[in-house]
């Protein structure tokens, strides 16, 4: 590997700075996904939705304390501002969930696109440097030449071999984004509907049922 990297040329550094950026980031967002995983309690999401069915917002208190868990950080926000403006609340912590679950994509989409420019561009400059050795020293030095289309074949490959996991990492984690904000806004519908139905009810305890 090391001698590949030597053979590549200078081009070869910045594809190793995106190599490690691109490694770092899936690592991390890995990292983050599983520990997502491992707070996400469903039980909990669905006795918080029957507590506030039931509008007993003392024990609602009681039974989330100590989550972890994305949906239920939203709900508690909606149910805190009830009385204001429960939508806007728990749109605007839904917005901070996905924004925390997006972070660091657009490093990943950056390596994707400049990965296999870089891989180009050291194509590119082997190539130079072949006709350049070739022009000077003719046929009669055929390892100068096959030097520098070796370095632009190698430059190609590490840029795609940066790029192409790396397209894999981000449409599993965006994926993971755009499937976490569907479940945060189904039970954030949720929850406007049990509070919508309990308000109504309040204000008219003497209602009968057609």
């Not at 995983?37 to 009681?62: H, I, K, P, S, Y």
């Not at 679950?101 to 440097?129: E, H, N």
């Not at 919508?196 to 057609?210: A, D, F, I, R, W």
Request: charged share 20%; hydrophobic share 45%.
């Amino acid at each position: 590997m090391i001698d590949l990297f030597v053979k590549g040329g200078p081009v070869m550094y910045p594809l190793l700075a995106c190599s490690i950026l691109a490694l770092t980031v899936i690592i991390e967002r890995a990292a983050f996904w599983f520990r997502e995983d491992m707070r996400r309690n469903q039980a909990l999401v669905d006795r918080v939705l029957e507590l506030c069915r039931l509008g007993n917002w003392d024990e609602v208190r009681t039974q989330v304390k100590g989550s972890r868990d994305y949906v239920v950080r939203i709900l508690i926000s909606g149910i805190l501002h009830r009385e204001f403006s429960m939508g806007k609340a728990m749109e605007t912590a839904a917005s901070d969930e996905i924004q925390r679950m997006r972070r660091y994509l657009i490093i990943l989409d950056t390596m994707i696109t400049i990965a296999p420019l870089l891989g180009i561009f050291g194509t590119v400059t082997g190539i130079i440097t072949s006709f350049e050795l070739l022009g000077t020293g003719g046929i009669q030095n055929p390892q100068a030449v096959t030097a520098g289309i070796a370095q632009a074949l190698i430059t190609t490959a590490a840029g795609l071999a940066i790029a192409i996991p790396s397209v894999f990492a981000y449409n599993h984690f965006n994926a993971r984004a755009e499937k976490a904000a569907l479940t945060i806004e189904k039970y954030a519908t949720s929850l406007e509907i049990v509070y919508e139905k309990l308000t109504q009810e309040s204000c008219n305890p003497g209602g009968t049922k057609s």
